[in-house]
Structures are given as structure tokens and as C-alpha cells.
């Protein structure tokens, strides 16, 4: 009897135990943790993605490049959404029925319970029309976003331009961003998109059964604040970039300056170029597509993807190389009777007989001759096979950022060409060749293959008398105004200092001796440094090529002006050169008018048979109207000087 009353009493202790936690844990659930009651709230909750306003980009003055602009984008969840006049709806967005019933089935078959994009950035004036009547759509609801907005319509290779993301990049980023989101797509964008693009926020919205707002859910408690962007400082000078643009409308080609003390960028121009304005807004992927049939390439980015042969400005790197190796000294001199003869029958020309010359009268009256020779005791009389003589040399070439990439903060660069020993051995079938195979390197012909962002950087090495800094177009991030570090070390070319004073004599001639090849795009009580360059076209005229640095001394600015199908070097690229290098050190142009209408007014543009599509001027972002300038060809040139 006993035994009974004790298993008893033991087995109401453990119900009485059981319900004591099942209360315990019911009244934890419903009074202490409301993550339950969240869950269950979902179906009259409503979260709104904060999109961050991403960070602006200045100048090196701090003027705006690119700003943002509000759009409201139109959500749906169609499990919501009740019977409604489709037309009404339609005329107040400015959608056609046809659109209508594609989007909404497009939402429908991504979730029925789930918000998903209906239509895209409408302005700030349709929102206004439209928001009065919202209420009378359930179903329908409008998210803030913001688009950029580029005030001075410059620069557009590279600012870049943001788009909706794609399946790769979202995979790329692990998540972070979901279909409809924007990033970078090129140029600065995209390489500064992590800092561009903020941090999101999130606000959770009580709605009723109307899918009209009743205020913040629980206050607010779960919400999260937007981040901005980080503003990004960049080194270019909008003025000079805006005046760049305008010398090189009608022209192919481009323009790269750089301040030699630092690598900053100041104008990277690509031409002709559009105005970026046209890839923002509701008509951005019809624009993109029009750009991409566009016979002129407008999307390319010539400054660090198009790759020329560098004609005569290469003998600036000759003379230092043979200089550094002991070949030659400023005191060398070869005779020019016109040309220079090698192999059996080989002869290279010359511009005309230049007689006995030295180092500094040969970069002065660029002299072919004179660089041939050079060229043969680099290669064939340097104590050694005239193979390794050339990888000596090749290994030298690219110490001036020449045949890799400069690791400039842009995607896509291009590393350019310099031909190794092995791809001429395979050529000619044998490792026996020497300077006559391949003597138009000697004078920057034949296989190589520079960009416009090289040849700058090359005239930034010699301004500074032998090292250089990566080139780069940001120069501050944030508030804190941080610079990264590798933009601050300087990276040298291999050539001792006293090995540039005769080249820069001689570049300080081209333009200020009356012998020299760009006499006419002198600036008085500014000594330019410089070298022409006429480079041979096989599929048309000759381009024209100038590089130079000013002033000669405490050097301010290094550039690089190619204009393709333009002719002499002196002809077309000098005063451009010239032009922005005044323009940047004066603030002013002094010389005559017609100096400058004369390169204004010429169209050099090659004729295109088949017309070119007109872009669609944007209506939601902003009443502003926009035009388009068309761009350069895509192809790859190889010339012949």
C-alpha cells in the first residue's frame, strides 16, 4: 500500500513538472521573446529596403563630377492586388497595357506573396501625380532609390556608369545584393564600388488590409539605418578634362596628363566620347545598345585599352637605354646620309640628311639613323648573343611601365606589346637573328604596342629625372581624405639621373629651337619638353603622336595626345598638347584665337557609310536635355612610321 501512494505521488510530480514547463516556456514565447510574434505579424508586415545614397565623386578641386538624383521605384506583390482600372494605372505611370501585363506576370511567377520590381525609376514628377492615388492600387507600393546625375556631362570612359546586377555578380558577392539592385559596371564605379555603394537599411512597415502604412512596427526596434557611400576625391581637373574634350570633338583619340610628382591623373580623355547622362534612366538599355552599334566604339576607353606602336616618341626610351647600358654617350655621334642601311639590301629612310649628328640633335630632328645605329650596338655588339641582347634590352624597355599593366584604379587595362626573344625566334625559325630582323623597334615600329595612359607615364619618368608614381584617378577616400599607400612610392626605371640631360636638351628643342619639329606649338616663358611622333596607318593617314612634360624644371604636368588619321605629329597633337598645358599652368590661353578655332573647328573624323542610331534623350532623371558624341573605333591599330 505504501509502494502504491509513493509511485503515485511520483507520477502527479512529474505532470505537475511538464506543465510547469510547458507554462514557463509558453509564457517566454508570448511575453519575453516577440521573435514568434514577428514571425506571425509577417503577413501585415512590410520591409522596405533603405538604398544608401551612394558616394559622390568630386575633382581635385572638389567640384561635383557626379551627384545623385531621387526615382521611386513601383513594387508589387501580386497576392495582393485586387480588381482595377489597368488603364487608369497605366496612364499614371506612363506604361503601355502591353507592358503592364508583362511585368505583372513576370511578378507573379517570381512570388505571389513577395515583393518584386514593377516598374523602374519613375521621376519625381510621375511619383507626384502617382502617389495621390496609390492607396486605391493594394498591392502596389513605391521604394526611394536614387540614379546619378552628371552635371557637366564629361568624363565618361572614366566616371563609368552603374546598371542592374546580374546572376554572376550577385553570386560574386555572396549575396549581397538581390535582382534589381544597381553596381558599378566600369571605370571608377566599378572599381570603387565597395565605398561607393554604402551600407542598406531596412525599415519594417505595419500595413492593414488596404496595404495602407499604420506606422513603424514595434517603433522601429528592428529597423536598420543606411550608410552612405564614401565620397571619393579624385585628381582630375574638370576644367582642363572639359577643355580637353572640347579640343578633341571631331578628332579619334585621346589625351592622358599627369602630374609627374605625384601620378594624379589630371585629364583622361577618350574621343569622341558620349555624355553619360544617356545611361541613367528608364531608356538606359536602349542607349547602351544604340552605343554598342555605333561604328565610332563609343564605350571604349582608348586612354588604357587602345594600343599604338609609339613612332618616334620611343626614341626617347633608346637614347636612355643605350646610355645606361654604355653603348652610346651624349657625346656619341653617327652619320645620317638619309637613311640607315642594315643586312644585305635593308635600308631604313630618314626624313631627310641630317649629316653628323649627336644624341641631343638626333631626339631634337628625330633622326632615324641615328637610332638604327643605336638600335645594332644594343642588340649585336653588346658582348654577348644578339638573342640575350635583346631580352637584356626588353627587360630594360619595361622598367618605363611599357608591355604590363600600370595598375592604374580602372578596370581593363591593357598591358601593351613588347615582342620577347622567343615569339622572333619563332618567327624566323632560329635563334640566330640579330638588329636587321626587327630594326623598326629601334625607332618604336613594328611590333609594339603602347597606350596613350604609357606614353604619359613615360614623359612622367623623364620629368622626374627617373622613377615615377602610379598613375591613378582617386586621390583622396572619405572624409578622412585616406590615401592608399602604393600611390605614394615612387617606382624607378633603371636609368641614372645624369644619363637625361642631354635627352631633355634635346626635348626642350623640338619645341623651342626653330629646328625643331613642334617650334609652332610654343609657349613663351614656358619651356615644353617634348617629342613628336607621325606614326604610318595601313588602313588610312598617318596618326599624329605628341608627348611632352612642362615646365622643364619643378615639372607641373606630363601628357599624351594621340589623334588618329591626323598626320604629322607637329601638325594636329603638338598644339593640342600645348594648349592644355597652358590652359593648366595659366588658367588662360594667350595665344591668338584662330590658334585655337583652327583645332575647334576641323573635323577629322573618318566617314562612316552606314548612319549612325541616335541615343534616346532621358526623361525621368532629369528635364535637362542630353546629346550624344560619338566615340572612337574599337579596332586594334598596328602603324608603321
Known sequence: MNSFFKRRYIIQGIFILVALVLLGKLFYIQVIDDRYKLSADNNVLRKLII????????????????????????????????????????????????????????????????????????????????????????????????????????????????????????????????????????????????????????????????????????????????????RLISSLDKKLQLFGEQLMKNKIGSVVAIEPATGEILASISSPSYDPNLMVGRQRGNNYMKFLENPYKPMFIRPIQAEYPPGSIFKVINALVAQQMGLITEDTYFNCPGGYRYGKRGFMGCTHVHGTINLEKSIEESCNTYYGNTYHRMIDQAGMRPVNAYTRWRNAVMKFGIGTELGIDLPAERDGLIPTADYYTKIFHNDKWTSSFNISLSIGQGELGITPLQMANVMAIVANRGYFYKPHLIKAIGEKKIIKKEYTQKNYAGIDQKYFEPVVEGMSNVVNSPSGTAYFSKISDIEICGKTGTVQNPHGKDHSVFVAFAPRNNPKIAIAVVVENAGFGATWSAPIASLMIEEYLRDSITRPQYYIDRILKTNLLPEIKKPILKPVVKKDSSNKKTSLMVSATIAKIKENE
Request: charged residues 25%.
Open 51 to 230: 538604398y544608401p545614397a551612394r558616394g559622390i565623386i568630386l575633382d581635385r578641386h572638389e567640384k561635383v563630377l557626379v551627384q545623385n538624383e531621387p526615382v521611386y521605384d513601383l513594387m508589387v506583390i501580386p497576392g495582393q492586388v485586387s480588381k482595377m482600372d489597368t488603364l487608369e494605372f497605366c496612364s499614371l505611370i506612363n506604361m503601355t497595357k502591353e507592358n503592364f501585363d508583362k511585368a505583372f506576370k513576370k511578378a507573379r511567377n517570381y512570388s505571389v506573396y513577395k515583393a518584386s520590381l514593377f516598374q523602374k525609376q519613375l521621376s519625381a514628377t510621375t511619383y507626384a501625380a502617382f502617389q495621390e492615388k496609390l492607396f486605391e492600387y493594394p498591392g502596389f507600393f513605391v521604394q526611394n532609390r536614387s540614379v546619378r546625375y552628371y552635371p557637366d556631362s564629361c568624363a565618361a570612359q572614366f566616371l563609368g556608369y552603374i546598371g542592374e546586377v546580374n546572376d554572376r555578380e550577385i553570386e560574386k558577392y555572396d549575396g549581397f545584393y538581390s535582382q534589381g539592385d544597381y553596381i558599378g559596371k566600369t571605370g571608377i564605379e566599378k572599381s570603387y564600388e565597395n565605398l561607393l555603394r554604402g551600407q542598406r537599411g531596412v525599415r519594417n512597415i505595419m500595413v492593414d488590409v488596404h496595404n495602407r502604412e499604420q506606422g513603424s512596427f514595434f517603433d522601429g526596434k528592428y529597423d536598420t539605418t543606411a550608410v552612405s557611400g564614401d
